[in-house]
């Protein structure tokens, strides 16, 4: 939830390490994570079909954010990618173990995605 009392809070009086930067996109991602979640929650809460487009449509945005982010950490953190490389194959496996289909990912996955509005 946002902070406001604060408005110094997220300031930093040094540049990042890149350790540090590691951490703080990994807390940008949970912060994408969490809007998700409470405009979700607002989209499921009201009947107005213009708050639900609305709401929705930035709820969506924050979702390619959290893939923008996504591929920054694995940039920046290579070992991590691998990590992260090592639990997809896990579940494809699990899928490909009870004949279920496997997604596929990166580009063809976006190009399912519905349009949404670039924020910015
Ligand atoms: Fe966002």
Do not use: C
Not at 1 to 25: D, T
Not at 62 to 75: Q, Y
């Amino acid at each position: 939830m946002p902070s406001f009392a604060n408005p110094f809070q997220g300031n930093v009086n040094k540049k990042l390490s890149k350790e540090e930067l590691i951490q703080a996109v990994r807390l940008d991602i949970a912060g994408e994570l969490e809007a998700i979640f409470m405009y979700d929650a607002h989209v499921q809460a009201t009947d107005d079909p213009i708050a639900k487009k609305v709401i929705a449509d930035i709820r969506d945005e924050e979702k390619a954010h959290v893939g923008e982010l996504m591929t920054l950490l694995k940039i920046l953190d290579p070992a991590e990618a691998a990590h992260f490389a090592e639990g997809e194959a896990e579940v494809r496996e699990m899928l490909e173990a009870i004949g279920a289909a496997v997604p596929s990912g990166g580009e063809e996955a976006a190009a399912r995605a519905p349009q949404t509005g670039r924020s910015r």
